[in-house]
């Protein structure tokens, strides 16, 4: 039985319809797909080469400072970069939202509204083409999908301005913390700093992405189970191609030897980008749409209905403070 009350039969013979899977995936291939990421975190902490190294392109240069006296970025300076990438056929439209400076200021208070307003700008944009008399066949989607929050390899515990912060962003976006530069911790201090984190979180009851559903099987279940048990990822990002055994390798030399990105011994990195790009880049962006932005465009529509109600005047749909 496929549905309640409805009986699943087989056709006595081939019909045809099950080509409807590669029908709609060459409409898509045509189409293309929209992935936004915004990246949060402190100045210094390898944001963009984090990011040029997942995607294996050069797609954002550094904000960091280059000379010790130069001043440093506002965290009010958000920076939208926008590409297109191809791989094997299908192309990818990769906006990057860049927040440089996050947190570095003397005083902090309220540093992360304008991250969340522009979170929520995205969705107002969007509800505002949905309602719209004569709305485009296919909406432009700048809906932030994931945040990735860099957290300072410290070894400590979280400052209180992060988990501030990550309860903020998980309000409105799917939040994916990493500790940026590992390789500064030794492996037992690495284990030691994740156990700190994933505890803090749990005590501050902040959640984050992936989350379970029902459509979710047990295969789905498990693998969301062993990406909660790996958060934070502890990453080291690299453009540069170090040799190792005579093969090039992105990575990183120091004194001490060289750290290899995508060796598993080294770092999470692999394990972050397969769970971004691999395994959970579809479900980053439903979960956009059906929890982030439909919470966000009931609160709206339930506004503008009440103001209707009243007699006031429709407003168009703005971010909830």
Known sequence: ???AGTEEIRASSYVGFDSITSQIEKKLLKRGFQFNVIVVG???LGKSTLIN???ASHLIDSKGRLEADEPLRQTTDIHPVSHVISENGVRLRLNIVDT???GDQINNENCWDPI????????SAYLRKELTAMRDKYITDTRIHCALFFINPTGHSLRPIDIIVMKKLSEVVNVVPVIAKSDSLTPEERDNFKNKI???LVYHNIRLYPFDTEEFDEEELKHN???RSMIPFAVVGSERNVIIDGKPVRGRKNRWGVVNVEDERHCEF???RDFLLRTHLQDLIETTAQIHYEAFRSKQLLALKEASSAGARPAQPTPAA
């Open 1 to 3: 039985m496929s549905q």
């Open 42 to 44: 402190q100045t210094g």
């Open 53 to 55: 190294t997942i995607f």
């Open 100 to 102: 440089p400076g996050y």
């Open 116 to 123: 969340v307003k522009y979170i929520k700008d995205q969705h």
């Open 198 to 200: 994933r505890a803090e």
């Open 225 to 227: 189970d062993v990406i």
């Open 270 to 272: 692999v394990y972050l």
